[in-house]
């Protein structure tokens, strides 16, 4: 996309915004109007009204989260999930058949398995880092390869670079959930993806108050899904547009504490005699850690691991922490700390959940912007004391 701003830093600032201040506002306001004028509209997509997701609030944050990811279009939603489901939806029918990662996040997997297969669309789960083996789930009727950048919440990275070459070797589309890493640490559409969705609830957003979701890439493809979801009805709340794009301005900075943030304390917890294994990316130990070095600029705020001592522990654990709120979601400034069967995880089957390696003891944090000392220090003394 045509943009005058080149740092990440600068665009989450200025790009999308108008050439010159409204009212000479430096903030750019909401417009919360249902309804606008039709002046020169010319097609009903064309109308400004908020479900069709093209209010000044809306248009301004499709700009910058496309700049963003140097993608050619953008599209903001109602959530995570909106954004997910008005992908598929919009890109599958019934009939079809795609390949997806075989660790996703629970609400993901809850979709494609119990949702999809009412409609008449099928598909096959494949393992992100084993490339050979993906021809043989293709079929006639293939059309798209679903992956997450770093899984949640085992925090596995797929070999992405071969699932890019993989979907254009068979003409079919490449979708990813860049959730985990924020554009901050990977940008898809750089790397040949023709889709990347975000959970805005999460780090785009980054202050745990709204709930919001976005897909960028491909101008087609973006407008395909564009229209589907004007039908489905998953628009964002122009207020909600307003918080996402003021939450979009400190995200490099939040990204980068972060990143290093989690980076120590998962070193502190893999030398921990208490601790039985971690999941984190920025560790040597972890087997995706050369790939992720070469793909990411950073390794993200999220960190799993299991105690030696398996359920009961975990649970007395997480009750003698003090700073961490026990409570699902991720990415804000506060930490957080769950157990995935319980939360993000619970639809899941236990079967598929010990399968993956989703256990009763698994753990996953989001490390907030607290001091990472003060969190090393709280997370040291509930281990001593479960």
Known sequence: MDNPFKAIETKLIHAGDP??????????????????????????????????????????????LAALENAEAALVTASGMAAISATLLALLASGDHFLAQDCLYGGTHDFFTRDLPELGITFDFVTGNDPGSWESHLKPQTRLFYVETITNPLLQVADLERVVSFCKAHNIISVIDNTFASPINFRPPEWGFDISIHSCTKYLNGHSDIVAGAVIGKRDLVEKITRKLNHLGGSLDPHACFLLDRGLKTLAVRMKYHNQSALDIARFLENHQAVKKVYYPGLESHPDHDRAARLLDGFGGMISFELKGGAEEADQFIKKLRIPFVAPSLGGVESLITKPSETSHAGMNPQDREKLGISESFIRLSVGLEATQDLIDDIKQALEQS
């Not at 000479?24 to 479900?51: C, M, N």
Request: proline share 9%; no cysteine.
């Open 19 to 64: 050439p010159e201040p409204i009212e000479g506002a430096v903030a750019f306001p909401v417009f919360q109007s249902s309804t606008f004028l039709s002046e020169g509209a010319k097609s009903y997509d064309e109308l400004k009204y908020i479900r069709l997701n093209n209010t000044p609030n809306h248009v301004s944050l499709h700009k910058k």
